[in-house]
């Protein structure tokens, strides 16, 4: 999320951040954001009691109302119903910490240390109804050491999340030189 608000400020960016939106009121990306200048608000899941269809509902008409017109998980770390990722689909982007469709979930890192490979990283996608395995936008690799911890390889991932998101978002914004649009970023921090 601060990458794509430092990336949003810059003049010569085709994007401005709408809104920033959580599903926890305590997130520190919230403050984040408001020192930044944003809009932020926190839609909480927990009083919909499991109903992840109303929370969603409450989601969707709160990026309509803002005006956003994309939006940019970062961070955010519930599964989407289909109702949101259809009613965002090819308009809702998500940044997962592997290099898809590798290890797709959580402890990427771990697994990745685990399998054995020689090269990890990061993937910006567009969000379906599955989990981490919509179209690839872009792809960001580092080298796997002989010596890293999950910890040391999850530090040189997120250093290419900072630079692979804004990047292939300028990619997915710039091609039809369409007018700027908002962005919603919703997060989990």
């Known amino acids: ?8 400020a810059a003049p010569d960016f085709p994007a401005r951040i709408a809104l920033v ?7 520190p990306g919230l403050e984040v954001a408001r020192a930044a200048g944003l809009r932020a608000e ?18 969707d008409a709160t ?3 803002a005006g956003v017109e994309l ?7 519930r599964l989407l119903t289909p109702f949101l990722t259809g009613a965002w689909a090819g308009r809702m ?17 771990e697994r990745a240390l685990q399998a054995g490979v020689k090269l990890h990283g990061c993937t910006v996608h567009l969000v379906t109804e599955i989990m981490d395995d919509g ?7 580092v080298p796997v050491h002989a010596d890293d911890t999950p910890d040391r390889l999850a530090a040189r991932v997120l250093e290419q999340e900072h ?24 997060l989990f921090l």
């Open 63 to 65: 990026l309509r109302a």
């Open 135 to 141: 179209p690839i936008l872009g792809q960001a690799a």
């Open 21 to 27: 939106l959580s599903n926890r009121p305590d997130a």
């Open 42 to 59: 926190a839609i909480d899941h927990r009083p919909f009691r499991g109903d992840r269809a109303a929370h969603e509902h409450a989601i």
């Open 1 to 8: 999320m601060r990458a794509l608000i430092d990336a949003c």
């Open 93 to 109: 982007l998500n940044i997962h910490p592997s290099l898809l469709p590798a290890f797709p979930g959580l402890h990427t890192h």
């Open 163 to 186: 630079r692979l998101y804004p990047a292939a978002l300028r990619k997915v914004l710039t091609p039809d030189a369409v007018p700027q649009p908002d962005i919603g970023s919703l």
């Open 71 to 77: 939006v940019c998980l970062a961070g955010y770390m």
